[in-house]
């Protein structure tokens, strides 16, 4: 095993590709930045236990496999770091740089922090526990995933997404979960507009949703023992199976069955597609 540990290791000559292609590395407290243009510190590389490091080029690890990498801190000017990796596990992350975490598999990320503008897209077996996130579009096109306390704030989040599990979470976003197919979150808070328009099969248990017009033309929707907060304009064209516990500002053109404490006002108008069943309990 090549052993970096205890060397302080600047690599400031702005040289591109200074660590390609090593295998079976111990690398820490090393330090990969120029004044120009140096990237691709560790492409094509695998078999790497990298701690307490310092990232500040761009694509630092691409076609990386195998590796751990904790402690670790990536400015904004690492960019689109951690591309087409597989088999890593991530702990302690401080990652600020654009496009972190694209077209991977089997990512597992803990207890770490990112500010990622576009964030984990296109990656397949990603599991996240309590990581904060601040991102605009996380989570593009991401298929089986599992994600335990995210305290996420972003706006187009899970679009396209596939095969998720989320719990004991707090995503504030906007657009959440559009086009999104067999999505579970539990024991969460979802804070967002215009929340799941087009989803299938997704599955809300024991939350608190919050936010105006959601949960619109989604098929297979189900809500069981949740809260429902400004929600008006709900379910629009959508066939459900929901039962809130407490109010619902109002319910527009569903199909299916609600039954809530108290709906605010049901509507149905002439573009109404089916027949809801709606039980109010306190009457």
């Not at 601040?134 to 989040?157: T, W």
């Not at 997404?161 to 959440?176: E, F, G, R, V, Y």
Request: glycine share 4%; with cysteine.
């Amino acid at each position: 095993m090549k052993d970096y540990k205890n060397k302080y290791i600047d690599f400031t000559d702005d040289t591109e590709r200074s660590l390609y292609g090593i295998h079976n590395a111990y690398l820490e407290n090393c330090k990969f930045e120029g004044p120009q243009d140096g990237e691709s510190c560790l492409k094509e590389t695998g078999d790497l236990y990298i701690k307490n490091c310092y990232f500040g080029l761009r694509y630092p690890l691409w076609h990386n496999h195998d590796s751990i990498i904790e402690n670790c801190q990536m400015p904004e000017t690492c960019r689109a770091a951690l591309w087409y990796d597989e088999n890593l596990l991530i702990k302690n992350l401080d990652c600020n740089g654009i496009k972190a975490i694209r077209e991977c598999n089997n990512i597992k990320v803990e207890d770490s922090y990112f500010n990622s503008p576009e964030f984990c897209w296109l990656s397949n077996n990603i599991q996240l526990e309590n990581v904060k996130l601040i991102s605009e579009y996380p989570f593009l096109h991401v298929k089986n995933a599992k994600f335990n306390k995210l305290d996420m704030k972003g706006k187009y989040s899970f679009q396209y997404s596939q095969d998720i599990l989320i719990t004991n979470s707090n995503l504030d976003t906007k657009d959440a979960f559009w086009h999104c197919k067999n999505v579970t979150v539990k024991d969460s808070v979802v804070k967002g507009e215009y929340l799941a328009w087009y989803s299938e099969n997704l599955t809300f248990i024991n939350c608190k949703i919050i936010g105006t017009q959601p949960l619109c033309y989604a098929k297979n929707l189900k809500i069981i023992d949740c809260e429902m907060i400004g929600c008006d304009l709900s379910f629009e064209n959508s066939t459900v199976d929901v039962n809130v516990i407490g109010h619902i500002d109002s319910v527009k053109n569903a199909m299916g069955k609600i039954t809530a404490d108290s709906i605010g006002e049901i509507i149905k108008d002439d573009y109404a597609k089916g027949v809801c069943e709606i039980t109010i309990r306190q009457k």
